[in-house]
């Protein structure tokens, strides 16, 4: 079993930046894609960014490119997700997920992850 936990959430004002990160304990993540996803209020859980087992391949949603920057740290089972520009539309529960697999079809796909966090909420004040 994989154990997920996310810190760095908070409340910033818009313009400003937040880094979350994510540490995994109970089974090594160095061989599976990992991702971020975000709820908020109202709305569905919805894909933020991902990235392969080696850091070669990411994927952003659109509503986050050229602002977000997803990042790993395998040696220490990490995994981060650095948020500058923020918006008050980006105000969510982020959490992070991993898959089983180190495939990386679908990495966008609620559906295709096997381990949660409980999630870490960022506000950002306009």
């Known amino acids: 079993q994989v154990q997920l936990v996310e810190s760095g959430g908070g409340l910033v004002q818009a313009g400003g930046s937040l880094r979350l990160s994510c540490a995994a304990s109970?089974?090594?993540?160095?061989?599976?894609?990992v991702g971020w996803f975000r709820q908020a209020p109202g709305k569905e859980r919805e894909s933020v960014a991902a990235?392969?087992?080696?850091?070669?391949?990411?994927f952003y949603a659109d509503s986050v490119k050229g602002r977000f920057t997803i990042s790993r740290d395998n040696r220490n089972n990490t995994m981060y997700l650095q948020m500058n520009s923020l918006k008050p539309e980006d105000t969510a529960v982020y959490y992070c997920?991993?898959?089983?697999?180190?495939?990386?079809?679908?990495?966008?796909?609620?559906?295709?992850?096997?381990?949660w966090g409980q999630g870490t909420q960022v506000t950002v004040s306009s």
């Open positions: 997920a991993a898959r089983r697999s180190g495939g990386w079809a679908a990495v966008g796909l609620i559906s295709e992850y096997d381990y």
């Open positions: 109970g089974r090594t993540l160095s061989t599976s894609a």
């Open positions: 990235i392969s087992w080696d850091g070669g391949n990411t």
